[in-house]
């Protein structure tokens, strides 16, 4: 299929509607007239990601690092690549090489800590997610990474604020469940019943506050909770409705 326009824009209409295919071969038309247009190559390499291609992004990636060195884009589609390929000696390299130009680059930073996870480094995976969050304190995944790490370490209740903050920023069921499972190692039942219902952690405590306050079992309370909340949907939608 032939694409007219402006490259930039075929470009973008192309990655909306995820057409990798069409991609590498509008990108492999433009090296045809200079093999070291930039844009081609970047673009190429993502969509060769997008693809499973991984060899051929790093070897575009090299391409591009050979004209500048430190182009964040490509480092971070090698990165990528060699995340899949399970190289991480060589991801650890390049997140050295790009932090000598941005120590301060938080995903670069949790990358790190993540590929040290991945060899079994996890006290110093530790440390490169806490200095990702120092800088992006709402990064989900840095958090979630935190977290997973601190309870496979049989560390649940220093997990547990980290399963928190992720859920502030994204309230998923897989958050809650495994903040749920942390309660449970401590055992915790009664915490861990209020996490798997996307409870966070002040409202786990107010609930059990005032569950001792009434005298009521926990699943008790909360399914009282949770029937007056009912009840005053009900109430609220019939008198709107008669207003």
Request: proline share 3%; net charge negative; glycine share 2%.
């Amino acid at each position: 299929m032939a694409y007219v326009g402006n490259p930039v824009d075929v470009l973008k209409k192309l990655h909306s509607n995820n057409q990798w295919d069409d991609i590498v071969l509008f990108c492999q038309k433009m090296l045809v007239s200079d093999p070291n247009d930039l844009m081609a190559l970047q673009n190429l390499a993502m969509a060769f990601l997008q693809l499973g291609q991984y060899e051929k992004v790093i070897s575009l990636c090299d391409q591009v690092l050979e004209l500048n060195e430190f182009d964040d884009y490509a480092l971070k589609n090698k990165i990528l690549a060699l995340e899949k390929l399970q190289k991480y000696d060589v991801v650890i390299e390049l997140c050295n090489k790009s932090l000598s130009t941005n120590p301060l680059n938080p995903w670069v930073l949790n990358t790190k800590g993540l590929a040290y996870n991945e060899l079994g480094q996890h006290e110093v995976a530790i440390q490169y997610y806490e200095m990702s969050l120092k800088i992006d304190p709402t990064n989900t995944t840095a958090l979630l990474n935190n977290a997973n790490t601190l309870a496979f370490l049989g560390r649940p209740a220093d997990a547990i604020p980290y399963y928190d903050l992720a859920q502030q920023q994204e309230n998923s069921k897989f958050i809650s469940m495994a903040k749920s499972e942390a309660y449970q190692k401590l055992g915790k039942s009664d915490e861990a019943f209020l996490a798997a219902q996307g409870l966070l952690v002040s409202e786990i405590d107010k609930y059990l506050r005032e569950a001792h306050s009434k005298k009521l079992r926990i699943f008790d309370y909360y399914c009282m909770v949770e029937y007056e909340i009912l009840e005053k949907r009900k109430t609220d939608k019939q008198n709107f409705f008669h207003s």
